[in-house]
């Protein structure tokens, strides 16, 4: 077997693209207000945000998810755009989708909760995958 690079660049953007879709995802522009009513809390129980060492440690959490998408085509042999939306769309619905779910049950919270926490990973990881297909 030849060994074939990473793309380690198009992994670090697509950790970048994560923390961004994030930060917007969770923003009172898309569904900030609805995940807040869904853990319970209000703004002002939320005041003061996110510190640095949280933004550090979800870059460094979207590197690894990054890093397995790229990891992933390279063991399917895949490459391009359309290449990494299937592996974005199967990793994210196999194995995040799945795990909230059976979490989120047990936890009894609110699906709608569940669904927005969800479905940004399943837009960040087909992004990821979509960045890091386009580079191979």
Not at 4 to 33: D, Q
Not at 101 to 124: C, Q, S, W, Y
Request: aromatic content about 14%.
């Amino acid at each position: 077997m030849e060994p074939v690079a990473i793309n380690y660049l198009a992994v670090i953007v697509a950790a970048v693209a994560y923390l961004i879709i994030g930060s917007l995802w969770y923003s009172p522009l898309l569904f900030g207000s609805a995940w807040m009513k869904g853990i319970g809390k209000t703004k002002e129980q939320l005041a003061g945000g996110a510190t640095l060492i949280n933004y550090i440690l979800a870059l460094i959490f979207g590197f690894i998810a990054s890093y397995g998408i790229a990891r992933i085509l390279l063991w399917r042999g895949g490459g391009g755009i359309s290449d990494g939306i299937i592996t974005g769309l199967l990793v994210s619905v196999c194995f995040v989708l799945a795990t909230f779910f059976m979490n989120d049950i047990f936890e009894k919270r609110p699906a709608g909760l569940t669904f927005i926490n969800a479905l940004f990973h399943i837009v960040a990881l087909i992004v990821a995958g979509i960045i890091i297909g386009a580079w191979r």
